[in-house]
């Protein structure tokens, strides 16, 4: 593994760790609601660009995006339910 790589994984370790911290302190789920709220309007948004058929080289980009949103809200759900216990109601 090169040496950015391994920067890059100890960078994002570090945000998941954060993310983990602040959810744990956020006994009322309103941390949690609101990082939901705003990468569910960011998937609204990457929708609605690709339902308006852009070219190959932004759905090349796009459409990962829009899977790295879409399971973004899913750590921020689980991560949620892992630090608390209690299941996530959408």
Known sequence: MSGKQTEENTAAALQALRLERRL???????????????????????ET?????????????????????????????ETWNSVHGSPVRR
């Open 49 to 77: 660009v690709l339902a308006r058929k852009p070219d190959a080289t932004q759905v090349r980009i796009l459409e990962p995006l829009l899977e790295a949103v879409r399971l973004s809200q899913d750590l921020v759900l």
């Open 24 to 46: 744990e302190c956020d006994d009322s789920g309103e941390l949690r609601d609101q990082l939901f709220g705003e990468l569910h309007g960011a998937a609204q948004d990457i």
